[in-house]
């Protein structure tokens, strides 16, 4: 389930938007990272880091039930050494350990030593975490675990995600690419659940692999071209991503952004522009192209925010947890980075008469002055922050 709208800014942001207060279960040590490493080698234990987020909801839904069962906590005590690491207070782990969802457990094995062993993306349940740890011990391959789990549910997708971060962790460039290719392909792209793995998760690791990859980069190249003939756009655009070739999404951009035909896909498709309109400094494009009325989005996303909120059987809320803020970002951003201030107090009315909570205010303050600043390297005036 898609639950933020992306939020690109290219570098221009750099805070949390997490507003829960963190608890960490107590079947977790206190441990750094590098001192659980050392203790389970020292022990001769399994190593279990789990990367998560208080703003994640599967997260949380683990909180609530895998990390609090009985025989999870008695298990781990016996048998390893168990860390939980916030990627919003540790960034620098998450990017070491290349971690692009949540929540993310990653296994190390006394066998296996410093090498990550394996790795688990999504909410797992009690029974399938002791089955997976369970055969880890007894010294199944990684690969034979990622088959059971796979033959014990529906949930290949998750399995061959798992597999090509192996892959990729110790260079088997050519194995990983054919993972990340059959994700790209086999994804269904109405899949509610897995259209971020698709959209934003494959892209991410088929840019690193085209850096240090010709033929990810030729097998990209040849996607794109068939998106283009075959009139995909969002997956060129997206492509277009992978090979940093953001100039060719740009001059088609400027070719048809004000042809009226093209109102439709804008609206329905922008978000696959934000991040080329935003990395290129084109907010006027982005806040008259993209959110030619921007109240009516603000109320779109309020909407599909409350949409979220509500109980589904397969995911479970915190009760501080408000997907509303991160939403309304960058269209508050691209009327103050286009210089339209009276639009933008505007904009930051309405998403307060919405949503009139801290962590709305703080996200459209820090917003408003990271964009004010971006604005003024390009040359743009400055403005009084918008009111609040």
């Known amino acids: 389930m898609k639950l933020l709208h992306s939020v690109a ?70 048998n390893a050494i168990a860390v939980q690491v916030d990627t919003d207070e540790d960034r620098k782990a998450a990017l070491e350990f290349r971690i692009t969802g949540l929540p993310t457990l990653v296994l190390f094995t006394p066998a296996s030593g410093r090498n990550e062993f394996a790795r688990q993306d999504g909410y797992i349940d009690s029974s399938e975490l002791l089955q997976w740890l369970e055969g880890a011990k007894s010294g199944k391959s990684a690969d034979s675990l990622e088959k059971e789990q796979a033959a014990n549910s529906d949930n290949e997708i998750f399995a061959r995600i798992s597999k090509a971060h192996q892959l990729s962790l110790p260079q088997q460039n050519a194995e990983a690419l054919s993972e990340y290719i059959w994700l790209w392909n086999n994804i269904p792209k109405t899949s509610e659940r897995f259209s971020d793995v698709r959209m934003k998760m494959v892209p991410v690791e088929l840019k690193l692999l085209c850096g240090s990859y010709l033929q990810a980069k030729l097998k990209c190249a040849e996607l794109r071209d068939t998106a283009e003939k075959n009139e995909n756009r969002p997956d060129w655009i997206v492509l277009n991503g992978i090979l940093d070739d953001s100039a060719r999404t740009l001059m088609w951009f400027d070719k048809v952004k004000a042809d009226p035909k093209n109102r439709a896909f804008f609206a329905k498709n922008g978000e696959f522009l934000e991040p080329v309109l935003f990395a290129n400094r084109r907010w006027a494009d982005a806040a008259s192209v993209l959110y030619p009325n921007p109240s009516a989005k603000i109320n779109e996303y309020y909407k599909a925010a409350q949409d979220m909120m509500k109980p589904r059987p397969d995911t479970e809320f915190a009760k501080d947890f408000d997907p509303f803020p991160p939403m309304v970002l960058l269209v508050y951003g691209a009327y103050i980075g286009a210089g339209r201030d009276a639009e933008a107090q505007k904009i930051a009315d309405e998403c307060i008469r919405l949503d009139d909570k801290p962590a709305m205010r703080e996200t459209l303050d820090k917003m408003a002055k990271a964009m004010r600043q971006a604005r003024a390297t390009v040359g743009g005036k400055g403005a009084k922050p918008a009111g609040k």
Request: charged share 25%.
């Open 9 to 78: 800014l290219s570098g221009l942001l750099a805070f949390s938007l997490a507003t829960a207060v963190w608890s960490r279960a107590e079947v977790f040590s206190d441990y750094t990272l590098d001192q659980a490493k050392q203790k389970a080698q020292q022990d001769n234990k399994l190593l279990l880091i789990d990367f998560t987020a208080s703003w994640c909801p599967p997260c949380k839904k683990m909180e609530a039930s895998t990390w609090k069962d009985e025989a999870v906590k008695s298990w781990i005590t016996e």
